[in-house]
């Protein structure tokens, strides 16, 4: 009954039919509205539905809807264990992650106790439970198959390290910026990865945004000008790509010692101490100190100090040399010297001439 509470309170509606008033009209001639009751279009199927796919009439003969619904003791423990630890009551809970609940427990075919194991639901996983010790009920139905289960189906959206920005309102951007280019990987139990965690704080204090009126994401400049569109986007996909890192032999399951790994965009972080760094930190001379993890399926999630976050470095090669070249007594002043007073150096870029954004190049 609590499943069933979910779509009565969420993934349900009761429209207004002007048609179906009408047939009630003819033989009543009553003028109330009749009304139909619809299901949200976020769901596998509408489990009322007896046409089953209507690819071709009568499909309902040959195949069926299967779905596994939990009982309310496991159902209200892994509400309240894992969906609501940061939400904490239903209601409060957006629609897709109810639907993505509920789509879990869905199969547009007929699930065969002998293949739980190779049939997909809704979201492409298959059935985890064992038709032996899960299943307490077992029962044909006019549009396909029930099943009552003694545990919830363990999603890969809540299991994985996406799970940890999807569940917490605190991350909704890192969560939108996730669907935009990384879901399907990162909700990926057999691809593992170190996620470094971006709340909506810490990049709203660096001036991005996200504007649900328009649907796009916004950038404030310290100089207040504000912009937004597909730029800003990219640049805060790149700044997640950077704190997105695959582990696939769990390299980065332990950050006391060192090491150096490939992001998910190309760029590189270091670890060092329980301290990281990309070529943003290392520009702005800031240490970040990890002081918090969690485990999950495929990898582990950080917390860095300060609301920090692993970034991109801004200046130009040409400038970096130059932060290295301050003074005559400074390193490299005398190549430095050389390099502006030659063709090869364009004070307006402040860059070597003919060095391109996107190639890498050694100096």
């Known amino acids: 009954s609590e499943c069933k509470k979910l779509y009565d309170l969420f993934l349900t509606s009761y429209v207004p039919n002007q048609e179906a008033t009408h047939k009630y009209y003819t033989p009543t ?15 596998a199927f509408a489990p009322s539905n007896e ?6 009439d009568n499909d309902g003969q040959e195949d069926g809807y299967s779905m596994f619904v939990p009982n309310n003791t496991a159902l209200d423990k892994y509400l309240n264990d894992v969906i609501l630890e940061f939400y904490k009551t239903i209601d409060k809970l957006p629609p897709n992650i109810i639907a993505d609940l509920v789509n879990a427990h869905s199969w547009p075919t007929t699930v065969w106790p002998s293949q739980f194991a190779t049939t997909n639901n809704y979201m492409g996983e298959p059935a985890r439970f064992d038709p032996n010790s899960d299943i307490s009920e077992k029962k044909f139905c006019s549009n396909g198959v029930f099943y009552g289960t003694n545990k919830v189906q363990s999603a890969n959206v809540f ?3 996406y799970a940890r920005a999807y569940l917490d309102p605190k991350y909704s951007i890192m969560t939108r910026l996730f ?5 399907a990987t990162i909700t990926s139990p057999g691809l593992k990865y170190a996620v470094f965690m971006l709340s909506d704080a810490t990049l709203n204090a660096l001036g991005y945004d996200y504007n649900t009126t328009t649907s796009t994401y916004t950038y404030t400049a310290p100089n207040g000008t504000t912009s937004s569109g597909n ?7 790149r700044i997640l790509n950077i704190n997105v890192v695959p582990m696939p032999n769990g390299e980065l399951n332990d950050l006391s010692g060192d090491g ?6 190309g760029e590189y972080i270091r670890w060092h101490a329980n301290t990281v760094s990309s070529s943003g930190t290392v520009e702005k001379n800031i240490i970040l100190n990890v002081i918090d993890s969690r485990t999950y399926a495929n990898g582990k999630v950080y917390f860095l100090s300060n609301n920090g976050i692993l970034d991109y470095a801004t200046g130009t090669i040409a400038s970096q040399i130059g932060n290295n070249a301050t003074t005559p007594t400074s390193p490299y002043y005398d190549f430095y010297q050389y390099l502006i007073n030659s063709t090869a150096y364009s004070a307006a870029a402040d860059e070597i001439v003919g060095l391109q954004l996107g190639a890498n190049y050694t100096v």
Do not use: H, P
């Open 29 to 43: 001639k009553l003028t109330d509205s009749v009304y139909v009751k619809q299901y949200s279009n976020l769901l």
């Open 231 to 237: 730029a800003v986007r990219d640049q805060l996909v």
């Open 51 to 56: 046409n089953f796919m209507k690819v071709e």
């Open 159 to 161: 299991s994985t390290v």
């Open 260 to 265: 150096i790994a490939e992001a998910n965009g």
């Open 179 to 183: 669907d935009f280019n990384m879901k």
